[in-house]
DNA sequence: CTGTTAGCGCATTCAC
DNA sequence: GTGAATGCGCTAACAG
């Protein structure tokens, strides 16, 4: 920083510095420095000599310029948390390669006008893909399909089946949950759900009851529904044990709802795991790992969604044929001891 | 996606293409659309409308590249989890105005080998300027002086005092919790702090100490360091309460530390705030609005560091005298209702 | 193997 | 006011 005073910067090196300093044409430098096979050896060494003698640094906006592509692509999001952006990314930075491919990331915040906004932005620098990251699994309305770089929906589906989307599958996690709760040899389970308008909830719950049924079992109770937070849990867990206070496993809608029904199990002396296990749904770290004990929970597997994500929108920047529809992407049971006891 | 098929990329319409259309030469395009003052209002309006037609989206590429700017800025994380990283994002994007500047983000997960590799990819990209986000306090290897934009470390500030850093002041925040608690009536009052191998937790224990002596009040027992967990806090609490059963408030180095003395206390069944007082740190809003009470915390300003560090990066790249050194940034209490009796 | 030439898409002189 | 020409830094034909 402390050179740059006054916009009297040094001019950054250039290729034709390169050249010069080597003794050779522009093109052999640019030959010898991408790796193409045409260049002496000689003559390929005295060219890297002089490009790190220079701290020579490629323009990668000429370079895009020319061959029209950026290895760039937007991540569009209006997922303020981060909590599913962020293993996305991650997992899309693994799939491309550190440093081969850099990740431009725009918060959209949940705002129509500012989303069109950076899409444009993404698209005036001429990103070689977007991936767009939603913050729950009900459909989002598409990006359309005039855009000239192929487009990817991660867990918010479009709601234009001739888009593609990945979303975690929910029903399957569901369904998981409660074919767990069965091995540990529960059979009076209840089910605290979140928000009701919700596609996840409704997801979770609907493959949790054919668990059920495929078991010949029956849910203890409704479905209970409200909202996705901790005191819902612990309010609902209550009213459920007093209820039915014969229940020994409850499954939630989320983490948070959990850790709320393990509090409240706690306060009413009941034990977890032992007489009753709780099971989550997210796997959030913070959550899942402080709640006494800890939580077993269902994991989304958000880093492989970001690395599916990269590897489809690879293969349509490759002139693959794209897929299309929602692909539901397998979920994971993650086993702590709200539902084992640890030795 | 769908009209990509097969690599028969439609050309995507250039400058030429809409001077064309509108019947000027490429350079009065430019400046119409440009909003350049040399140029007739109607032959503006007719290029405007020709742009519109042909949905003209400008290649920032070639922009960048006769401009030599980018409105481009990186930011260099390696705070995985995104709790810091995130609103410093949303503040910077706020200053720069949405849209008009763009944010890589890569993340370096800890590893300088992927720091070195992401930062040669942000500088092949010319980006404008950078933004290195740490996920502690402790000061980081400084990215060196040789770099040909300027660099603004945050949260972790650079190890070399001529770079310019903000940070939150940590002894403030810890001053600030002790001085609330006085307020609050408390005066037999323990401290559980985090590990103590961190800048952050000496810091603030060094704020709330001196705070404590200003008022001419002793701190009961000792700092107790361990861990930055849950875990960590609830045992802490419980040794504490055994040792001094007498204290009426308890100052935590962080919220997931207050969370667990805040469990603690339940299990006790000392009432918060009533009986004894809580406050943490970090207004981690999932922690610190699910606890029961919830938490009274000191909150660091994370999205105005972010958007601070925005606007030193501008004024660096207009060639401004580039400030140095750290900067402590005022930090801010939130009180919920641990300490104060909500109604 | 190496060098010359021609753009990539745009902003910017500087004539007209 | 407008347009022809020049160049940003680089890659990709081509010709030697």
Not at 323 to 328: K, L, N, R
């Amino acid at each position: 920083m402390v050179q740059r005073e006054g916009r009297a910067e040094r001019r950054v090196a250039t290729l034709s510095d390169v050249a010069q300093r080597a003794g050779v044409s522009l093109a052999t430098a640019s030959k010898a420095l991408n790796g193409r096979s045409e260049v002496a050896p000689a003559t390929r060494q005295r060219v890297i000599a002089a490009a790190e003698e220079i701290s020579f640094t490629p323009n990668q906006l000429a370079r895009s310029l020319v061959e029209n592509r950026t290895r760039t692509v937007g991540l569009l999001t209006s997922d303020l948390e981060g909590r599913f952006v962020l293993p996305i990314l991650i997992g899309a930075e693994d799939a491309f390669g550190a440093g081969r491919v850099d990740v431009f990331l725009c918060d959209a915040r949940g705002d129509a006008v500012r989303e069109r906004h950076h899409l444009n932005a993404l698209l005036e620098r001429r990103v070689d893909g977007i991936i767009v990251v939603g913050r729950q699994t009900d459909p989002r309305p598409s990006l359309g399909h005039e855009l000239p770089v192929p487009v990817v929906y991660v867990y918010a589906p479009s709601d234009d089946p001739s888009d593609l989307s990945l979303t975690p599958d929910n029903r399957a996690g569901g369904r998981l949950s409660v074919e767990h709760l069965i091995a540990c040899g529960r059979s009076r389970i209840a089910y605290i759900s979140g928000d009701r308008s919700y596609v996840a909830a409704r997801d979770r719950v609907e493959g949790a009851l054919g668990a059920l049924d495929d078991a010949g079992l029956e849910l203890v109770g409704e479905v209970m529904y409200s909202e996705w937070s901790e005191h819902w849990g612990r309010d609902a867990a209550a009213m459920l044990l007093t209820k039915h206070p014969e229940i020994d496993g409850i499954v939630c809608g989320s983490d948070q709802i959990a850790r709320g029904a393990i509090d409240t199990l706690r306060d009413l002396r009941r034990a977890v795991p032992d007489d009753v296990v709780v099971i989550g749904f997210d796997n959030w770290e913070i959550l899942a790992t402080n709640s006494r004990p800890a939580l077993t929970t269902i994991d989304a597997n958000m880093q492989e969604l970001g690395r599916t994500a990269a590897q489809r929108i690879f293969e349509a920047i490759d002139g693959e044929v794209t897929e299309q529809g929602i692909h539901y992407q397998p979920v994971r049971l993650v086993i702590r001891g709200s539902t084992i006891e640890r030795r």
